[in-house]
C-alpha cells in the first residue's frame, strides 16, 4: 500500500511540471524573472532586453505595458530608473509605465514632479501625462505643471495642460488646448489639440464651439483630428460628412487611408459613408483597401451594400501601391502580394453576417488562397455567415482554437490514467503460491 501512494505522488509531480512548462516558459513569465534577477543594479539594461526576447520585437506600447504590469512593487525600482538612466528613451518608457499604474503609482509622484524638468521633451511630455493619470495634488504638483505651461515643445505643453484638466484645473488647462487648436503655425499641433480635448470628456464642453471651427480649417490634418474628436465626444453627426470627404478627395493618398479608419472607429453610426468607402476598395492602394475593409467590417450590418465591393477585394492579390514613408511619392512595388488587405475584406464578411450570404462562393474561393491567415479568415466569415456568433459551431471553433494547448495536457494527463491504472493492477495482483 505504501508502495503504491509512493507511484502515485511520484506521478501526480511529474504531470505537474510537464504541465506547468509551457507557462513557466512563457514570454510573459520570462520576462517577468529577467526583470525580478537584474532588478534595480546597473544601467536599465532589462527595457533593451524587453525587445530583444525570444518572439522578437516589442513595441513602445507593449514595453510600457509590460513594465506597468510589474505593479505597485516595481516603483521603487522604476523610480530610481527615472533618476538614473541615460537614454532619453527609457526614462520616457519609465514615465509613461508608471503612468499607466494610476494612483499605485502615487509613491513614483516626487520623481515624476523632477521629471518635468529633463532634458528631453518626450520625458517632460510622460511625465505630465503620468501626473494627470496618478490623480495626486500632493508634493506641489499643481505648481509644477502650471510652471510648465510656456514649455517650449507643443506637445508638452498639451500634456500638461490635459494633466490639470484631470486634476480639477479645467479653467486652466482648457484655454491652453484650445489655443493650440487655434494656432495658424502648426497644422499637426491643431489635430493633437482636437484629439486632446475630445478625450476629456464632458469637461472639453466649453471647447465644442472651437472644435466646430476646426472642421473648416483649411490644412486635411486639423480636419481629420477635429472629426476624430467629434467622433469621440460621441457627435457622429458632425464627424462623418468631413471624414467623407477626406476619404474622397483628401490631396494625401495617407490622408484618405486616415479617413477610413476613423469612419471605422465611429462603427455602425457611419453607416452613410458605406457607398464612400466600398467605393475605397477599388483602389491599388493596399493599405487604404485594408483601413475601408475594416471599416466596413465595424460598421456591421449596415455595411450590406458593400458585399459585393469586398468580394472582389477577396480577390484582388495585387498590392499596387507601396509607399516608402509618409509624405514621399509611392511607387508601383512589382510581385508585391496584397494579403492584409485580402484577410480584412474576409473579416469584413464575417461581420456584416448573414447579410453577406451572397458572398460565400468568393468566401469558398479564398478557402484555397496561399495564405493561411486569408484561409482562416474566410472559414470564420463562412462560420459567422452560416451561424452567426452566438451558437454551437461558434463555441467549437474557439475551442480548436486553443486546441494546441489542450492536447498536451489531455495527453499528460492519459499518460497519468494510464500509469495510475497499472500500479493499480500491479499491486492487485496476487503472487502465485510456490508449490
Given at each position: 500500500?505504501?508502495?503504491?501512494?509512493?507511484?502515485v505522488?511520484?506521478?501526480?509531480v511529474?504531470?505537474?511540471?510537464?504541465?506547468g512548462?509551457?507557462?513557466?516558459?512563457?514570454?510573459a513569465q520570462?520576462?517577468?524573472?529577467?526583470?525580478?534577477?537584474l532588478g534595480?543594479?546597473g544601467?536599465?539594461?532589462w527595457?533593451?532586453?524587453?525587445t530583444?526576447?525570444?518572439?522578437?520585437f516589442?513595441?513602445r506600447?507593449?514595453?510600457?505595458?509590460k513594465?506597468?504590469?510589474?505593479g505597485?512593487?516595481?516603483?521603487?525600482?522604476?523610480?530610481q530608473?527615472?533618476?538614473?538612466?541615460?537614454?532619453?528613451n527609457?526614462?520616457?518608457?519609465?514615465?509613461?509605465?508608471?503612468?499607466e499604474?494610476?494612483?499605485?503609482?502615487?509613491?513614483a509622484?516626487?520623481?515624476?514632479?523632477?521629471?518635468?524638468?529633463?532634458?528631453s521633451w518626450?520625458?517632460?511630455?510622460?511625465?505630465?501625462?503620468?501626473?494627470?493619470?496618478?490623480?495626486?495634488?500632493?508634493?506641489?504638483?499643481?505648481?509644477?505643471?502650471?510652471?510648465c505651461l510656456d514649455?517650449?515643445?507643443?506637445?508638452?505643453?498639451?500634456d500638461?495642460?490635459?494633466a490639470?484638466?484631470r486634476l480639477g484645473?479645467?479653467?486652466?488647462?482648457i484655454?491652453?488646448?484650445?489655443?493650440s487648436?487655434?494656432?495658424?503655425?502648426?497644422?499637426?499641433?491643431?489635430?493633437?489639440?482636437?484629439?486632446r480635448l475630445?478625450h476629456?470628456?464632458?469637461?472639453?464642453?466649453?471647447?465644442?464651439?472651437?472644435?466646430a471651427?476646426?472642421?473648416?480649417?483649411?490644412?486635411?490634418?486639423?480636419?481629420?483630428g477635429?472629426?476624430?474628436?467629434?467622433a469621440?465626444?460621441?457627435?457622429?453627426d458632425?464627424?462623418?460628412?468631413?471624414?467623407?470627404?477626406?476619404?474622397r478627395?483628401g490631396?494625401?493618398?495617407?490622408?484618405?487611408?486616415?479617413?477610413?479608419?476613423?469612419?471605422?472607429?465611429i462603427?455602425?453610426?457611419?453607416?452613410?459613408?458605406?457607398?464612400?468607402?466600398a467605393?475605397?476598395?477599388d483602389?491599388?492602394?493596399?493599405d487604404?483597401?485594408?483601413?475601408?475593409?475594416?471599416a466596413?467590417?465595424?460598421?456591421?450590418?449596415?455595411a450590406?451594400?458593400?458585399v459585393?465591393?469586398?468580394?472582389i477585394?477577396?480577390?484582388?492579390?495585387?498590392?499596387?501601391?507601396?509607399?516608402?514613408?509618409?509624405?514621399?511619392?509611392?511607387?508601383?512595388?512589382?510581385?508585391?502580394?496584397?494579403?492584409?488587405?485580402?484577410?480584412?475584406?474576409?473579416v469584413?464578411?464575417g461581420?456584416?453576417?448573414s447579410?453577406?450570404?451572397?458572398?460565400?462562393?468568393?468566401?469558398?474561393?479564398?478557402?484555397?488562397?496561399?495564405?493561411?491567415?486569408?484561409?482562416?479568415?474566410?472559414?470564420?466569415?463562412?462560420?459567422?455567415?452560416?451561424?452567426?456568433?452566438g451558437?454551437?459551431m461558434?463555441?467549437?471553433s474557439?475551442?480548436?482554437?486553443w486546441?494546441?494547448?489542450?492536447?498536451?495536457?489531455?495527453?499528460?494527463?492519459?499518460v497519468?490514467?494510464?500509469?495510475?491504472?497499472w500500479?493499480?493492477a500491479k499491486?492487485?495482483?496476487?503472487?502465485?503460491?510456490?508449490?
Open positions: 500500500m505504501k508502495l503504491r501512494s509512493t507511484h505522488i511520484i506521478v501526480a511529474v504531470l505537474v511540471l510537464l504541465g512548462l509551457r507557462w513557466f516558459n512563457s514570454p520570462r520576462t517577468g524573472r529577467l526583470i525580478a534577477k534595480p543594479p544601467p536599465w539594461e527595457l533593451l532586453i524587453l530583444e526576447l525570444q518572439d522578437g516589442y513595441s506600447d507593449d514595453i510600457v505595458a513594465l506597468a504590469a510589474l505597485q512593487g516595481a516603483v521603487p525600482t522604476l523610480v530608473g527615472l533618476k538614473e538612466e541615460e537614454l532619453p527609457t526614462r520616457s518608457y519609465i514615465a509613461s509605465a508608471l503612468g499604474m494610476g494612483p499605485a503609482a502615487k509613491d509622484v516626487p520623481a515624476l514632479v523632477l521629471a518635468l524638468e529633463d532634458g518626450g520625458v517632460r511630455a510622460n511625465a505630465a501625462c503620468a501626473l494627470g493619470k496618478i490623480g495626486s495634488t500632493s508634493d506641489g504638483v499643481i505648481p509644477a505643471l502650471e510652471a514649455d517650449t515643445g507643443p506637445l508638452v505643453r498639451m500638461v495642460a490635459t490639470l484638466v484645473k479645467a479653467e486652466t488647462g484655454p491652453i488646448l484650445m489655443r487648436l487655434k494656432d495658424p503655425s502648426r497644422t499637426s499641433e491643431r489635430a493633437e489639440a482636437a484629439r475630445a476629456l470628456g464632458p469637461a472639453a464642453q466649453p471647447a465644442i464651439p472651437a472644435l471651427e476646426a472642421l473648416k480649417d483649411e490644412a486635411e490634418y486639423a480636419r481629420l477635429a472629426a476624430e474628436a467629434f469621440i465626444l460621441g457627435k457622429p458632425e464627424a462623418v460628412p468631413v471624414l467623407i470627404d477626406l476619404l478627395n490631396r494625401e493618398l495617407r490622408m484618405r487611408e486616415y479617413a477610413a479608419s476613423a469612419l471605422g472607429q462603427g455602425p453610426a457611419a453607416e452613410a459613408a458605406v457607398p464612400a468607402l467605393s475605397a476598395l483602389t491599388r492602394d493596399e487604404r483597401r485594408e483601413a475601408a475593409a475594416e466596413l467590417g465595424n460598421i456591421g450590418p449596415a450590406r451594400e458593400a459585393p465591393a469586398l468580394s477585394a477577396l480577390r484582388n492579390r495585387k498590392a499596387g501601391l507601396k509607399r516608402t514613408a509618409p509624405g514621399l511619392v509611392d511607387f508601383d512595388y512589382e510581385g508585391a502580394d496584397s494579403e492584409s488587405a485580402r484577410k480584412a475584406a474576409a469584413a464578411l461581420k456584416i453576417g447579410e453577406a450570404k451572397d458572398a460565400i462562393p468568393a468566401l469558398r474561393e479564398a478557402l484555397k488562397d496561399d495564405s493561411a491567415h486569408v484561409r482562416r479568415a474566410a472559414a470564420d466569415a463562412l462560420r459567422e455567415i452560416r451561424y452567426g456568433s451558437n454551437m461558434s463555441y467549437i474557439q475551442v480548436w482554437e486546441w494546441p494547448f489542450i492536447l498536451p495536457l489531455l495527453g499528460y494527463g492519459c497519468g490514467v494510464i500509469i495510475w491504472a500500479i493499480r499491486a492487485s495482483v496476487k503472487p502465485l503460491p510456490k508449490r
